[in-house]
C-alpha cells in the first residue's frame, strides 16, 4: 500500500466505470464519510492512481488513513476502516 493524501477516506473515481459506480454506491448506503477525486478533472488524483497502480489509471482506487487499495473489495475496505480508521468515519 501506498501513502494517499488524506487521513480518512478517498475514492480515486471516473465517470462511467461500473465498479467505481457500484463502490460509490456502496459508501453512499452505509453513509461513510469520504472524499470524491474525480481522475479525469483532478491530474493530481490522476497521478497518484497511476503512481499505486503500476502506471495504470485503475479505479476505483481507495486510500483509508493514506493506504491505497486498487480496486478494493467491500470486504477488504471494511477490513482497512477495521484495522486503519479511527475513529469511525461512518456518519449518523
Not at 478533472?41 to 492512481?49: L, Q, S
Not at 486510500?63 to 469511525?88: D, F, I, Y
Amino acid at each position: 500500500m501506498s501513502e494517499g493524501r488524506d487521513d480518512g477516506v478517498v475514492l480515486y473515481w471516473r465517470p462511467g466505470c461500473p465498479y467505481c459506480m457500484r463502490l460509490r454506491l456502496y459508501l453512499f448506503v452505509t453513509r461513510l464519510r469520504h472524499t470524491k477525486v474525480n481522475i479525469w478533472r483532478d491530474p493530481d488524483g490522476a497521478a497518484f492512481v497511476r503512481s499505486v497502480a503500476d502506471g495504470n489509471e485503475t479505479v476505483p482506487t481507495v486510500t483509508v488513513a493514506g493506504r491505497a487499495m486498487v480496486n478494493p473489495s467491500r470486504r477488504q475496505l471494511r477490513e482497512a476502516l477495521a484495522a486503519h480508521a479511527s475513529p469511525p468515519q461512518w456518519n449518523g
